[in-house]
């Protein structure tokens, strides 16, 4: 969640999410992140600003960031295939975030949390 | 559902609802809402209240965004009702075997794949799911569930495997272990009946 208005922060934050959100999308397994209320409602106001301005925010829905004394703080929220097992795909999820975030906003990666949703059976 | 400023546009057909685990619908507390009313139940349950607050900030954010000069996203029905289930489902989470970080899964997603295993039994229908966290060995569950039964379809011997398959699913979908499933018979249908198997039918 974007809890600061210090613009650096802000902007952290925001590529922490992105880069978190590429990188859980990209673990096997994962159907997609799930965003609850308040992050449709950042994603919905996310497309309107898209529509109004052309300027792409990155799609962060279901991913939320804070940065705490220098570290980051990531909470993941997916839809997990129901053809893998759901702790091993949570597991890569971890491993996948805490790699990519560092890279991209060079601050390290002080707790993740994977929360799985759902589990998507129509894929069976 | 009719359509007002508070209505999201809505895709969803009879059969297609979101059900909360407390029996009910998000559309059933969506259309106390817009009626105004509440029931007994829904003045309590803590299902249907979280459901309800979250559908009132969907309905206000849905108001700002129609007045915007902008079209809403297709499908933002059902955006609307998987948010409005994953914030419930955080509150009952289970957690899953961990290197790092923290993983779980809402009760409500482990207890469909536990219905789905069940239902993959000919002859056993699975009903409603309640799964308990063994607070003694770590990540072990205890299971009950509901079920009905075809007559004549080697109970017993359908009960056991849908016992293994639980087992099974658990373990190789999940990454748990089943400590103890306890089965509720509590309807049994005739073979060839009109409408045999559904739920409900007796």
């Known amino acids: 969640m974007i809890t600061d208005w210090a613009p650096d922060d802000l902007a ?7 880069a978190a959100a590429r990188a859980a999308r990209a673990v096997s397994g994962v ?9 449709l409602i950042r994603h919905l106001a996310a497309r309107a600003f898209e529509q109004a301005t052309g300027q792409a925010l990155p799609d962060i829905a279901g991913v939320n960031v804070d940065l705490v004394d220098g570290g980051v703080m990531v909470e993941v929220q997916l839809v997990v295939d129901g053809g893998y097992q759901a ?3 949570g597991a890569a999820v971890c491993a996948a975030v805490c790699a990519a975030v560092p890279i991209a906003v060079g601050h390290p990666v002080t707790d993740v949390w994977v929360h799985i949703a759902e589990i998507d059976l129509t894929l069976d | 559902m009719a359509m007002n400023p508070n209505t999201p546009p809505t895709t969803h057909q009879a059969g297609a609802e979101h059900p909360l685990a407390c029996g009910c619908s998000v559309e059933q507390v969506w259309d106390d809402m ?7 139940h829904a003045a309590d349950c803590p299902h249907c209240l979280t459901a309800r607050a979250s559908l009132e900030q969907m309905a206000e954010a849905t108001r700002l965004l129609i007045d915007e000069p902008v079209n809403p996203p297709s499908g933002l029905l059902d955006q609307i009702m998987n948010a409005v289930r994953a914030d419930l489902a955080r509150g009952d989470a289970i957690a899953l075997p961990a290197l790092s970080g923290t993983i ?3 009760a409500s997603a482990l207890a469909a794949v536990l219905r789905f295993a069940v239902d993959g ?3 056993v ?5 309640r799964i308990v966290v063994d607070p003694t060995v770590a990540h072990t ?7 009905s039964l075809r007559y004549g379809s080697g109970e017993v011997t359908a009960l056991d495997q849908a016992r293994q398959r639980v087992g099974a699913a658990l373990s190789a979908r999940i990454g748990l272990v089943l400590d103890t499933l306890d089965f509720e018979v509590t309807d049994v249908w005739i073979a060839d009946a009109p409408g045999a198997g559904s739920e409900g039918q007796p």
Not at chain 1, 31 to 39: A, E, K, N, Y
């Open chain 1, 12 to 18: 952290t934050e925001v590529w922490a999410a992105d």
């Open chain 2, 121 to 123: 039994v000919d002859g």
């Open chain 2, 141 to 147: 569950v205890r299971v009950w569930m509901s079920v």
């Open chain 2, 125 to 129: 229908r699975a009903h409603r799911c």
């Open chain 2, 104 to 106: 779980d899964i809402s």
């Open chain 2, 34 to 40: 817009q009626a105004g009313h509440a029931s007994a």
């Open chain 1, 87 to 89: 702790a091993a795909v």
């Open chain 1, 31 to 39: 159907v997609r992140l799930q965003p609850g209320v308040w992050g």
